[in-house]
């Protein structure tokens, strides 16, 4: 994704009920792929956002493809301060 695809519509596909054995797929559009970035990596629990998807101008991005485009230098919104997930060995 480069610069000007933060600023494209996109949608947000997730689930919010993560321990439960019905888990309904919720979806939410943004006006800029850049929020709809920001929701997935701040307001999402991390195992939401692993199963969560994007959709930005027919591109996808699934799960754990989603956190490096908040943390690209591209990204043109403030972040706030979020601990990385820990890397298991």
Do not use: W
Not at 26 to 35: G, L
């Amino acid at each position: 994704m480069d610069a000007k695809d933060y600023r494209t519509e996109a949608v947000l596909f997730f689930s919010k009920a993560a321990n439960s054995k019905y888990k309904s797929l919720m979806f939410r559009r943004f006006t800029r792929a850049s929020e709809a970035i920001r929701y997935a990596v701040e307001e999402l629990a991390p195992k939401a956002l692993a199963s969560c998807s994007l959709e930005v101008d027919e591109q996808h991005f699934f799960g754990r493809e989603i956190r490096p485009l908040y943390d690209s230098a591209d990204y043109p919104l403030r972040r706030r301060h979020i601990k990385p997930p820990a890397h298991r060995a």
